[in-house]
């Protein structure tokens, strides 16, 4: 196990002196039945970021596992979604939420095993569910094997793994990501006597890729999981992969040859496979990692558009659409093959880099009065806390992030309402176990509740007993039934996922309306008009519609036919923070 | 269509024309209608025809006439789209607002991106631009003045209803802040210039007809964006200005910067200068004069005539160096400005339309546009109290937010001002108040006559500025 330096455990496999690591390979296991090729899945797919550890414990330890996971399958068929997203759930010390892998072929013994992995992937498939993880490839903890050898042998296969200095003070204009915890971003090592390099915690050191060996390495742990039968990766923090003297070592070019070079593993080896890259920039930088628009994208098939989430909250408490519209103008073209995601909430808090000092300190005042709610440069809240519970909101943030451009990703428990506890530590508070019934530990898991990884949320308005799947599942009018009727909505209408955008812009500044727009490869053209109120009080909206003269708009939810598009413009009036999602169709023949 | 058939359409005109928004002599009752300018655009037997026409309208009160601008369109047949449009039939033809016409608008946008002159018209696009040829156009509807068309969210044509001899201010000023690059303003397309002969008679002199500029998408007005804010205020109610969702001082901070960046552009393209005593004197007696005019008609402002006076006679503070002046946009409020995705515009530089041209272009204080800004501050924040349900007073703590919301965005907005601008306008204390003071007498005088409901607005102000010494308060740092 120990590899002789005096530092914790780390990974099974061991290094012969000067020799390098052996790992597992994927030819060892048994592999997932493949859902078939379908190239633009990810444009049209509702994803659901769901958390091993908190979803569903199996064996009575207190932790949500795969098994347990694997069992809740048909709970998320039923709701509708196409792509899970699971964060890391590789071995880690599980400094960093699992983010600090210690090996990246192994599955944390807390989560199960890889067969067990294999079995989930593939009940997955058998639903149609596709499934895409989290893949660190910034840094790795400090307990991986190979950080413990560069350490321990400088010279040796993985002496040059990592960004090693005789002092701390190359690469200054790198900004400290984790400012509450880190005052820089080098740490002394005792052992190899040199300061090692880390943009997040000094427990996570930072890969060296201008070294071949640890490019291939990590090429190799993708066509690892890939071989296994996932649908792809997200890329956790792919703007820091190299480093640059006089450069804030963000957005390298050398980091982009890096992910084409990933990107063509998957497009030779793995079609139908997905890059997601997280890269929190603005989006002039993030479309960067789409890759060449003249290739139709060469780099990630998707990247989250990270400033559009505070915008939505903004919107809504400034009652004006500007908010929006603005970050919108903003966004450039992307390339053909590629697609946003886009969320309310997600594992981490509600990052507020990507908006201006005077609009961070608004949304501190208005969404974290507490300050214990703010965590690094964001607020540590559920959507539902975040909201005040207030269903109306509730309605129509899911209804934008349904409909805006990109595919959405749903946070798991949201579907239902779930609360938060800010009373746990960094953001521990957003991830407390699922709640499925009123039973003890809500359905979670049947182990003592001490044992208990995260305790549930319990207070009297978001607690297990009074938010819960069970009892949301019974009654139609529920928080859930209303989300899963919405992800059904949107699945009959492409231009949810494929369709072009257009701000109709109106009269009224506290509606946002826009259209979206697609022609399939028969010429069937499907458009869909969204309109939105972000103010509480009613409104009226006179909305330019004359493109679609004499067409006819429906209402998506009910059917309901409108009166026809006419000469001038339509009006319609909206309840506070009401919304419409209409279909527009050519006229009935009269 | 031939000249004396037009002259067969001025009975139906005398009929059409108060039904008209842009007429602006609603008070006042028709006599008679008199052609006293025409051009065919298109042949008189075109489908459709075309012709700009312009008329001089009289009055039974024998008050000065005004006269207006028409574009005619003619078809032997309108369908149902365009009869809301028509004016009347003259022999085969039915004649009717041509602008109301896709097939019109477009042959005009046409008609300016090839540079063409008809008769005494000159379509001419701008220099170094391109109108894009898209069409047909589409009515705004809810226009006061003017009427103006859209070519599919790209361009928009504003037709000037008033005729009136010279170049108009709002046309001379585009052009100005197009060769500034300005990104304050939406650019200068093209225009439409014909002549005109004046009032008084004589040789034909140059007027502008119709000005072609981008559209701008997706846009709202800066007045119901601040009305938005106080409706979410003082719903709230025991919520301060600065605590609520709906603040608007970000916008309002970036709107000064928004004007400021307008008067450093007008002040590059068509220069500075210093008035004198003399010149400053000009003013002062100017405001005095409307001062007098106003305490005529409202008990309120004859019963501090002179503490209003005094205030008034701040401006001549400005006699030390001179008042700086320039050409501004001189009639500025919430409602001339327009909030797009990519930021603020100013919109219709046309100056006060009941004003005479001379007046209008006569370069001035861009303290002046500053002042009339704060004053629409004070407008929205009050202006949901005085809607108040007819009679009652809205309560005390309502007044003192609305006051606060003023206070909070007269204040963001004079610091976004000072960001751009080399001084902070509230450095000449004694001037703004004065321009301020001025406005609001003649507020005072307008309400009167016309919203005697909004009359508390224009009078809460004016004891403020005439007992209070910081025209923008909350900003005492400053």
Not at chain 1, 39 to 60: G, H, P, Q
Not at chain 1, 117 to 132: P, T, Y
Not at chain 2, 14 to 19: A, C, E, S, Y
Request: charged fraction near 25%; aromatic fraction near 10%; hydrophobic fraction near 40%.
């Amino acid at each position: 196990m120990n590899d002789g330096t005096p530092s914790a455990p780390t990974s099974t496999h061991v290094a012969e002196p000067g020799h390098e690591v052996v790992e597992p390979s994927a030819e060892d296991f048994r592999r997932a039945r493949q859902l078939p090729v379908e190239d633009d899945w990810y444009k049209r797919a509702v994803f659901y970021e769901v958390l091993v550890r908190a979803f569903a414990d199996s064996n009575r330890d207190g932790f949500g596992d795969l098994r347990g996971l694997t069992d809740k399958l048909d709970y998320l068929a039923w709701l509708g979604v196409d792509c899970l997203w699971l964060p890391p759930f590789y071995d880690s010390p599980l400094r960093d939420g699992g983010y600090d892998i210690r090996d990246y072929r192994k599955v944390l013994p807390e989560f199960g095993t890889v067969e067990d992995f294999v079995e989930f992937v593939d009940q997955a498939h058998a639903r149609g569910i596709r499934v895409i993880t989290d893949l660190v490839m910034n840094h790795t903890s400090d307990q991986h094997v190979w950080f413990q050898e560069s350490r321990r042998d400088p010279d040796g296969p993985y002496g040059d793994f990592y960004v090693w200095s005789d002092d701390d003070t190359r690469y200054p204009d790198a900004r400290i990501i984790f400012v509450d915890t880190e005052a820089s971003n080098w740490t002394y090592d005792y052992v190899r006597g040199q300061f090692f390099w880390h943009r997040f915690f000094s427990h996570q050191p930072d890969l060296n890729f201008d070294n071949p060996a640890v490019c291939e390495a990590m090429i190799d742990a993708l066509r690892f999981w890939l071989d296994l039968g996932i649908d792809g990766f997200r890329l956790d923090a792919v703007p820091y992969l190299f480093e640059r003297d006089g450069t804030n070592g963000e957005n390298l070019p050398e980091t982009h040859a890096f992910l084409k070079r990933c990107r063509k593993v998957i497009d030779d080896e793995y079609p139908g496979r997905i890059l997601l890259a997280e890269a929190n920039q603005w989006p002039a930088d993030v479309v960067e990692y789409f890759g060449d628009p003249e290739a139709g994208g060469d780099e990630c098939h998707m990247a989250f558009h990270f400033p559009l989430m505070p915008r939505i909250f903004m919107a809504v408490r400034r009652e004006s659409r500007f908010p929006i519209s603005e970050i919108l103008a903003q966004t450039p073209e992307i390339p053909h093959n590629a697609q946003w995601g886009i969320f309310l909430r997600n594992h981490d808090e509600l990052t507020l880099e990507m908006v201006t000092d005077d609009e961070r300190d608004y949304m501190y005042a208005e969404y974290a009065k507490d300050p214990r709610m703010k965590a690094n440069i964001g607020i540590r809240r559920r959507l539902a806390p975040l909201l005040d519970n207030d269903r109306n909101q509730l309605e129509l943030f899911t209804a934008l992030l349904l409909s805006l451009p990109g595919s959405p990703v749903i946070y798991y428990g949201d579907e239902i309402g779930m609360g938060d506890n800010i009373w746990l530590g960094d953001r521990d508070g957003v991830r407390s176990p699922m709640q499925w019934t009123p039973d003890r530990n809500a359905g979670f898991s049947s182990c003592d509740p001490g044992r208990l990884n995260l305790p549930i949320v319990m207070d009297p308005v978001y607690g297990y007993q009074a938010v819960n799947v069970e009892a949301q599942s019974n009654s139609s009018a529920s928080l859930l039934h209303w989300n899963r009727r919405m992800i059904e909505i949107r699945r009959q209408h492409p231009a949810f996922g494929l369709g072009d955008f257009h701000e109709l812009g109106g009269s009224n500044s506290s509606v946002l309306s826009y259209v979206r727009q697609t022609v399939d490869a028969d010429g069937h053209r499907d458009v869909v008009l969204c309109v939105n109120n972000m103010s509480r009080f009613p409104q009226p909206v006179e909305l330019d519609l004359i493109a679609w003269k004499d067409w006819t708009l429906t209402e998506l939810t009910g059917g309901v036919p409108f009166p026809p598009i006419g000469e001038l413009p339509y009006l319609l009036t909206l309840p506070g923070h009401g919304f419409y999602w209409f279909s527009i169709q050519p006229g009935q023949e009269r | 269509m031939s000249a004396p058939t037009l002259d067969a359409l001025l009975p139906a005109l005398t009929d059409w024309l108060p039904g008209q928004r842009w007429f602006a002599a609603k008070d006042r009752t028709v006599s008679g209608v008199r052609l006293v300018g025409q051009q065919e655009i298109t042949p008189a037997d075109a489908v459709p025809a075309v012709a700009h026409a312009v008329i001089a309208v009289s009055f039974t009160d024998d008050g000065p006439t005004d006269r207006f601008q028409l574009l005619l369109g003619s078809r032997p047949e309108v369908s149902g789209e365009l009869e809301h449009a028509v004016i009347g039939r003259v022999g085969d033809r039915v004649v009717y607002d041509g602008l109301a016409d896709g097939e019109i608008s477009r042959l005009l946008l046409s008609l300016i991106v090839s540079d063409t002159t008809v008769g005494s018209l000159h379509f001419v696009p701008e220099p170094g631009t391109e109108a894009p040829i898209v069409g047909p156009g589409r009515p705004l509807l809810g226009e006061q003045s003017n009427s103006s068309v859209i070519y599919g969210e790209r361009a928009i044509m504003k037709l000037f209803r008033r005729a009136t001899p010279g170049l108009n201010p709002d046309l001379e000023l585009h052009r100005a802040l197009r060769r500034e690059n300005s990104r304050e303003v939406a650019p200068l397309l093209g225009a439409i210039e014909g002549e005109i002969v004046p009032d008084d008679g004589g040789a034909p002199v140059p007027m502008t007809v119709a000005m072609l500029q981008d559209y701008a998408a997706n846009s709202a007005d800066g007045w119901s964006m601040a009305l938005t804010s106080v409706r979410d205020l003082l719903a709230e109610g025991d919520l301060r200005p600065d605590e609520v969702g709906g603040d608007f001082a970000g916008e309002a901070h970036r709107l000064g910067k928004t004007i400021a960046s307008v008067h450093i552009e007008l002040a590059r393209a068509l220069g500075t200068e210093r008035l004198g005593a003399d010149g400053v004197a000009a003013v002062a007696d100017w405001m005095l004069e409307r001062l007098d005019l106003a305490a005529g008609a409202v008990e309120a402002v004859a019963a501090q005539r002179e503490e209003i006076a005094r205030v008034l006679n701040g401006v001549r503070a400005a006699d030390d160096e001179g008042l700086l002046v320039q050409r501004i946009h001189g009639d500025l409020h919430l409602g001339q400005t327009l909030r797009t995705p990519r930021g603020w515009l100013a919109i219709d530089f046309e100056g006060e339309p009941s004003r005479p041209l001379d007046d209008r272009v006569r370069p001035d204080s861009p303290l002046r546009d500053v002042a009339a800004m704060l004053r629409s501050f004070d407008y929205a924040a009050f202006h949901q109290l005085a809607e108040w349900e007819t009679g009652a007073e809205a309560p005390a703590y309502l007044q003192r937010r609305a006051q606060e919301w003023a206070d909070r965005n007269r204040s963001a907005f004079c610091d976004g001002y000072a960001a751009i601008a080399s001084t902070d306008p509230r450095d000449q204390l004694a001037v703004l108040r004065a321009y301020e003071l001025d406005k609001a007498v003649y507020e005072a005088l307008y309400e009167t006559r016309n919203r005697p409901n909004w009359l508390t607005i224009p009078l809460r102000s004016m004891a403020r500025l005439v007992h209070d010494t910081d025209p923008a308060r909350g900003a005492s740092d400053h």
